[in-house]
Each structure stands twice: as C-alpha cells, then as structure tokens.
C-alpha cells in the first residue's frame, strides 16, 4: 500500500514510547556494573554477570519479531508486544535495587533484558510499517532523540538526586538510596511513555486480512516458526550481512565502554574503591559522563534529521563511528574528571548514529513482509559480540589488560574505528530507496 507522509508530531508520537525504552536502558547501563560491586563483585566477574542483557536478546528479539509479523488483534500488531513487555520491564526495575545477593540482581537482570527487548524490538519494526521510505530515516533518527533524551535524564539522575535534591545515601543498604529511587522513577517513566505511544498511534491492518489468516493459518505451530526462522536467518539479504560486520564491531566497542567505564572512572580517576565515598563519587561522574554522550546523542539526532537530506547513511555512519572510537581513546589518555566529558561528547556523536543510520539502511534491504522478523535477526549482531564480551572480556582483563577497566576502554574505541572502517564494505545500494526484493524473503 502508499503510506502517506506523516506529520512531525505524528512521528514524536509513534516513537515516543522509546524516550522511556531508553530511560530503562539507561539506569541499566550507567548502574548495573557499580550494583554488582556494591553487592561483591570483583571487576574480573563483571561481564560475565553482564550475559544476561545479549543472551536474552539473542533468543528473545527475533521470536518476538516473528510472531508480531504475524500478529493482528484489536489493539494491533506491534502494540501488544510494546504493553506486555513495558509491564514487565516496570517490575523488574522496581526490584532491581532491593536485590540483596549478587545472584538475585543477576537474575533480575535477565527477566529486566527479556521485558525490555520484547517492547523494543517491535519499535524498529514499527517505523517501517508506518512510514513511506523516503521517511524512514527521518523516522529512526527521531528515534535516537527521544532515546537520547531517555537516556541523559536516566544516567544522570542518581546524582541529580544527590546533588540537587540532597537524598542522603545513608544507612545498611548495599545499593545506595539514590539507585534504588532513580530505578523506581525509571519503572514509572517506562510506563507512561510506551502507554502514550499506544494510546496516540494507530497501525495500519493488513491489506488482505482473509488471506493475513491463511498465511498465519499455514505457518503456525513451534516447528515451523523455527523452520522458517532458521530459513530467514540462512537467508538473509547480503547488505544486511555486510551490516552485520560494522554492527560486531561497533557494539563490542559499546559493550566494553558500558560494563568498564564507570569503574574506571571511579577507580582510576577518582582513586576510589567499592564502598568508599571516592568510589561513590566517581559512580555518579561515570553515569554524568554516560548523561553527557546521551545528551549530545539527543542535540545530534536534531542534526541528523538535517543531514540525512543532503548525505548517504554510509557516509553519516563513517564518520560518527570514527568519531565515537576518537572519543573512547582520549577518555584512555586524557583520564581526567571534567576531560572525560569532551571524549563522551564524541561518543555521543556515534551513539545517535548506531541508533538509527543502520536500520535506515537495513529496512531498505529488505522485505517489508518480514520487517520484524529481520529487525530481530539484525540484533543477533548487537547481542553476540556483547555475548563475547560477557564470556572473554573477565580473562582478557585478568592476564592481558592488567585488571585496569581503563585498557578495556581502549580496546572498546580500536573496535569502534575498525567498525568505521568497515562501513566501507557495505553495498551503496542500501542507501536507495526500494532496495529490498522479495526473493530476500526466501
């Protein structure tokens, strides 16, 4: 079918449930590391308690893009998926912070992953059901706004509450004060913003439902949606294979910055250990700093929005991703308290291209029949470099990187410049409008 031009606003709106995607995201990201440590955790033991966020989107993502390719009810196709996961993902970021073992925050962290993806992975999905192409890189860049804006509030707000509102951090409690009420914040802000996208965007049905029920008729039952999912995965288009390189190794780089940054920050910088106020202190400059690349993600998303109509989306994602992997170099050299923020403003300039000009290429490779389903598989590509990380990046800092998490963030930015690099190899064809084939579905 044509799909009309959609308003600004009505873009804001279909993506706005990602500004609170990105406020779980972000709590996640700029305290998961420090609640480990609060509750014992030595910085060799880290990334493997860290399996739970890529394993559960390896297994979680493409299922949930299958079935909502397949999933027509009253309230649609993908919003189901976004009510049922933001439920979930609310209760367990508000028990996250009450966990009283290392063993028991593990675990939240694997049930907190499976909500969160089960609501985000439909969202990509989303902007190529609703948009026309020619719209959908405006659609994803909006995305990583209001993700941007998410995740500067959420990092931000442990000191927020502490500087600004003077919440005291006292008493028995393993996870401070400001945590546990910056998680609870979190599960409401989750919450209302998938709910507004829900109660504000309406989905197109399926243009021949009699034969959308024959199709979902003909394909149903657990063997054949691991048949066809199998199938789809061997077949996938070969641009989405050539993104699948950059996406490795800019995501390998992202995850070592997100499990080491903090500690480093807070070890090496602020000369802290766990417990102490130093450590503490240099916590809540860690999620600052995390604030900071979110919000210069934020402020780039709005020049994206510009520059997307004047250069390619391989060009635009080159030279971000060079410029991230800069940015997490000099965090390495400069390792000063207010130098750090200039590094994670570069950061922040490959953060808000990661999040929207590969899907902008990618929904132009491929079928629009299996939007969700290759949505999903895509992320099989953010999840298993993260995956590997979580098994070898304990090893690597015990006998190669010294125990220091500040040479595991420099071996995140050497990734990110070879994912730059690589955008090189990608096909030119994905920056055209109507790419994708239906014998890419096969």
Request: proline fraction near 5%; charge should be positive.
């Amino acid at each position: 079918m044509n799909k009309p031009q959609l308003s600004f606003w009505q873009i804001w709106n279909m993506s706005f449930g990602f500004f609170g995607i990105q406020f779980g995201w972000g709590l996640q990201m700029a305290n998961m590391s420090a609640i480990y440590q609060y509750l014992g955790a030595k910085e060799s033991d880290i990334p493997i308690l860290w399996l739970a966020a890529p394993l559960t989107g390896l297994i979680v993502q493409p299922i949930v893009g299958y079935f909502s390719d397949r999933t027509w009810c009253g309230l649609g196709r993908r919003r189901p998926y976004f009510l049922v996961g933001a439920i979930l993902a609310s209760l367990a970021l508000v028990a996250m912070p009450n966990s009283s073992t290392l063993w028991m925050a593990a675990g939240l962290l694997w049930i907190l992953d499976a909500s969160i993806n089960i609501t985000m992975e439909p969202f990509r999905a989303f902007v190529g059901d609703l948009l026309p192409p020619e719209q959908r890189k405006t659609g994803f860049a909006m995305q990583s706004l209001l993700i941007g804006l998410g995740a500067v509030l959420s990092s931000a707000l442990p000191y927020v509450l502490t500087n600004w509102f003077a919440v005291a951090n006292g008493g028995e409690e393993a996870i401070p004060r400001t945590v546990r009420l910056a998680f609870y914040i979190g599960a409401a802000v989750f919450f209302a913003a998938v709910l507004y996208t829900i109660l504000t965007t309406r989905e197109y049905p399926p243009e021949d439902l009699e034969a959308f029920r024959r199709m979902k008729a003909e394909t149903s039952g657990p063997w054949r949606a691991f048949r066809e999912i199998l199938v789809g995965i061997v077949s996938m288009p070969r641009a989405m294979r050539q993104l699948a390189v950059v996406q490795f190794f800019a995501w390998f780089a992202l995850f070592c910055m997100w499990i080491y940054f903090v500690p480093a920050v807070a070890t090496r910088v602020f000369g802290g250990q766990p417990g102490s106020p130093e450590y503490q202190a240099g916590n809540e400059w860690g999620g600052v700093c995390f604030s900071v690349y979110n919000g210069v993600a934020f402020v780039f998303a709005f020049a994206l929005l510009a520059l997307v109509r004047k250069f390619t989306a391989r060009a635009i994602h080159r030279v971000c991703l060079v410029a991230g992997g800069t940015g997490l170099i000099l965090a390495v050299v400069l390792a000063q308290k207010h130098a750090l923020l200039v590094s994670m403003t570069l950061v922040g300039v490959a953060w808000a291209s990661i999040l929207s000009m590969p899907y902008a290429m990618l929904s132009n490779a491929i079928p629009p029949a299996k939007m969700g389903f290759y949505m999903g598989v895509f992320n099989f590509f953010i999840v298993i470099p993260q995956i590997l990380a979580s098994l070898g990046l304990g090893t690597v800092m015990k006998h190669l990187l010294g125990d220091n998490p500040m040479n595991a963030v420099l071996l995140g930015g050497c990734s990110m410049i070879v994912a730059g690099l690589c955008v090189g190899l990608v096909d030119k064809r994905v920056d055209q409008v109507g790419v994708a084939r239906p014998a890419a579905a096969t």
